[in-house]
């Protein structure tokens, strides 16, 4: 291997925090396709996200209505200043000052919240800060009153809800906003002259069959063209449906889908599917997108921007599909929290409850490229229908929708950065050794177990397990 998955996924994380973790998209607006993306950033089953709008989803009297006061709101999303300035205006009962940290929010939270003091009535976090806070009882739950964020439980994915969860699964500590469903995009040009399937629904359903993206593979190897930028993506994908642990806090990456998916991620390695050089970022890389020589990139739906605004030049023969083999994960996304400290939970709750659910602040995100989580706004007509010209006239929302609705629920946990560095090594062990997929597995449970049984044992001990 030219490099590992350890550099490669910091750089792939790296550039989604700067394009998506708040959003991110691929036409437009839901109403347009003008906009620019968010500044925002960002590193499960269910049926389609067709589904009836759930009742809590239709008109409602906001929070806002009964309620004044003032609220400071920390974030890294400038485009909250816009919003905040549509609810004032519908709201002038309540005044909202929105503080652009930048990416420093989350050490100054964590900071303010150790402290407590100082810390702000409502704070935006992306997913892989917000583990930071998930313990110690820094936050509210959302679920109890006056919030009673429960009644909204239906209008999410199972997996959009679950990741703002505490540790046990038991309260809501952040309100669920937008998704970053994983897509595979792809040259469709280069697959109908090599007579492989070029339409998004044809091949999705044709990548669901391992031995069809094997054949796929080494058609494009044979022309000198590799499949996709990381080839030890296959078995990381798996671990991130499940994510590290569970509310019980018992290891969830030792199953029989992921040794299936180490089997296919060694089998691709060995046909040198993966170019290991980044297409957005890098220029060599770059440059083999230009010449086709890259045909596939794995990103969050934040991706077809990003590739219209690198590659203008290719704007009709890119389409946009589900992840082979069947793996459905979430790349990224933030929520908005509120700190125990907040002095006006009420007017904070109002503020939080309308810019994550209103269609007149939706109205806003979809200006900045961020893909709702909530299934009232992804039913919207505009939102459903929209089309990307850039991925030759593509229903690329509907799509991203389809995705997010069928990602496991997992649970976001402090340990998660501990266990990672343990996950990959064992990996890429198993990959470069070429070792038994079931027994490196094995292997790496025992050493979690090993390695981080004291901060598992004190963790279980402050949840009463």
């Known amino acids: 291997m030219k490099k590992t998955f350890s550099s490669t996924i910091m750089i792939i994380m790296a550039f989604a925090l700067i394009l998506s973790g708040c959003g991110g998209g691929g036409g437009g607006n839901v109403a347009s396709s003008t906009a620019a993306p968010s500044t925002a950033a960002s590193s499960e089953a269910a049926p389609s996200t067709a589904a009836a709008v759930p009742e809590e989803a239709q008109p409602i009297e906001f929070a806002a209505s009964n309620v004044s006061g003032e609220v400071t709101m920390w974030t890294f999303v400038k485009e909250f200043k816009d919003v905040a300035d549509a609810f004032m205006k519908e709201y002038p009962n309540i005044k909202v000052k929105v503080v652009d940290l930048g990416w420093e929010v989350h050490d100054k939270l964590a900071t303010t919240l150790a402290a407590g003091k100082g810390a702000p009535d409502l704070a935006v976090v992306e997913q892989g800060q917000f583990p930071r806070y998930a313990t110690g009882g820094v936050l509210e739950d959302l679920l109890q009153s006056p919030f009673e964020a429960g009644r909204f439980k239906d209008d999410v994915s199972e997996y959009n809800w679950s990741r703002w969860m505490s540790v046990d699964g038991k309260k809501l500590l952040g309100m669920p906003w937008d998704t970053q469903p994983g897509v595979l995009y792809y040259r469709s040009d280069i697959y109908e002259q090599l007579g492989l399937p070029s339409d998004p629904t044809e091949l999705g359903e044709y990548f669901e069959d391992p031995e069809n993206v094997f054949t796929a593979v080494q058609t494009l190897k ?25 509310t019980e806090l018992n290891w969830t990456r030792n199953t029989d889908r992921l040794v299936e998916l180490l089997d296919f991620t060694k089998r691709g390695e060995q046909l040198k599917w993966g170019s290991y050089v980044g297409g957005l970022w890098d220029d060599k890389g770059k440059a083999m997108i230009k010449k086709g020589e890259i045909t596939g990139l794995v990103l969050g739906a934040w991706g077809a921007w990003s590739i219209s605004q690198t590659f203008p030049e290719l704007k009709g023969k890119w389409r946009a599909t589900k992840l082979p083999f069947g793996v459905s994960f979430g790349m990224g996304g933030s929520s908005v929290v509120m700190p125990t400290q907040s002095k006006n939970k009420e ?6 409850e309308w810019s994550m659910r209103s269609e007149a602040a939706w109205e806003v995100w979809s200006r900045a490229w961020t893909h709702p989580g909530w299934k009232h706004i992804q039913n919207l007509e505009s939102y459903s229908s929209h089309t990307n010209e850039y991925l030759g006239g593509q229903e690329d929302y509907k799509l991203y929708a389809e995705i997010e609705a069928n990602i496991p629920p997992r649970t976001l946990n402090p340990l998660d950065g501990k266990a990672w560095p343990i996950w990959l090594e064992g990996v890429k062990k198993g990959i470069e050794k070429n070792l ?6 094995q292997e790496i449970q025992e050493n979690i177990q090993n390695k981080l049984k004291p901060d598992i044992d004190k963790m279980k001990a402050e949840m009463g397990k």
């Open 347 to 352: 007017a904070a709750w109002a503020f939080m």
């Open 222 to 246: 044979a022309d000198g063209k590799y499949f996709m930028e990381w080839g030890d993506g296959p078995v990381h994908w798996g671990g991130d449906e499940v994510g590290f642990f569970d």
């Open 436 to 441: 038994d997929s079931k027994a490196i597995l």
